[in-house]
């Protein structure tokens, strides 16, 4: 029985449209935390420091991996990515749910050392489709768009180790599937406080 947040990954390839389902989930779900993970890669135009991402050198990087301070860690593509270890335990056992938007790397290493996190790997319609919306939204030159592409396969492969496959068919239905997803895990009785049923019979 645990009485703790829960811990949601979210993974899926570039381009797939999870920062619009990520973004209109905490619109539905406002009490939901997001986990800010640091990286080496260098911001985008519209990117602010601290708030999509803790931006830091590689010796910075390499030293924050030395101090354990990384939940998980991953290069994707030629970039270091990593989760913060001590932000993410501290929502968690303040009782908030908490979101990772890892990629599939991060996602196994979350499962092995935390298996009470849901895993769920959004994936495209169509290869065609994703090819589409990765070209479309202009933020990687054409060689880093070959190394993305070439990537997605080995992130497919690593679907049997989630939990749920949702396609992102339709922003709205997606968003829809989330939530009760992770309505039906907080449901678990695994995951229900304690004295709640206690609470119940003595009300
Ligand atoms: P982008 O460079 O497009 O922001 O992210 C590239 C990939 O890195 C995405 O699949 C994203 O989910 C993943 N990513 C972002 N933060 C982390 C992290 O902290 N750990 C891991 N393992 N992957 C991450």
Same mark, same amino acid.
């Given at each position: 029985?645990?009485?703790?947040?829960?811990?949601?990954?979210?993974?899926?390839?570039?381009?797939?449209?999870?920062?619009?389902?990520?973004?209109?989930?905490?619109?539905?779900?406002?009490?939901?935390?997001?986990?800010?993970?640091?990286?080496?890669?260098?911001?985008?135009?519209?990117?602010?420091?601290?708030?999509?991402?803790?931006?830091?050198?590689?010796?910075?990087?390499?030293?924050?991996?030395?101090?354990?301070?990384?939940?998980?860690?991953?290069?994707?593509?030629?970039?270091?990515?990593?989760?913060?270890?001590?932000?993410?335990?501290?929502?968690?056992?303040?009782?908030?749910?908490?979101?990772?938007?890892?990629?599939?790397?991060?996602?196994?290493?979350?499962?092995?050392?935390?298996?009470?996190?849901?895993?769920?790997?959004?994936?495209?319609? &169509?290869? /065609? !489709? =994703?090819?589409? %919306?990765? +070209?479309?939204?202009? $933020? *990687? &030159?054409? /060689? !880093? =768009?070959?190394? %993305?592409? +070439?990537?997605?396969? $080995? *992130?497919?492969?690593?679907?049997?180790?989630?939990?749920?496959?949702?396609?992102?068919? *339709?922003?709205?239905?997606?968003?829809?599937?989330?939530?009760?997803?992770?309505?039906? *895990?907080?449901?678990?009785?695994?995951?229900?406080?304690?004295?709640?049923?206690?609470?119940?019979?003595?009300?």
């Amino acid at each position: 029985m645990m009485s703790s947040g829960l811990l949601i990954v979210i993974s899926g390839p570039s381009g797939v449209g999870k920062n619009t389902v990520i973004n209109n989930l905490f619109n539905l779900r406002s009490q939901l935390k997001y986990s800010i993970s640091a990286t080496t890669r260098k911001p985008r135009p519209n990117e602010i420091d601290g708030q999509h991402y803790f931006f830091l050198t590689e010796t910075e990087f390499q030293n924050r991996i030395k101090n354990g301070d990384f939940l998980e860690w991953a290069k994707v593509y030629e970039y270091y990515y990593g989760t913060p270890r001590q932000y993410v335990q501290n929502l968690l056992q303040a009782g908030h749910d908490v979101v990772l938007d890892i990629d599939v790397q991060g996602g196994k290493q979350i499962k092995r050392s935390m298996p009470e996190a849901v895993l769920i790997f959004l994936a495209p319609p &169509s290869m /065609t !489709e =994703l090819k589409n %919306r990765l +070209r479309g939204r202009n $933020t *990687e &030159s054409e /060689t !880093e =768009l070959t190394k %993305r592409i +070439r990537y997605i396969e $080995t *992130e497919f492969e690593s679907i049997p180790f989630y939990d749920y496959l949702v396609i992102n068919r *339709e922003i709205d239905l997606t968003c829809e599937l989330i939530e009760c997803i992770i309505q039906a *895990e907080k449901s678990k009785v695994k995951r229900i406080e304690p004295n709640l049923v206690k609470k119940i019979l003595n009300s």
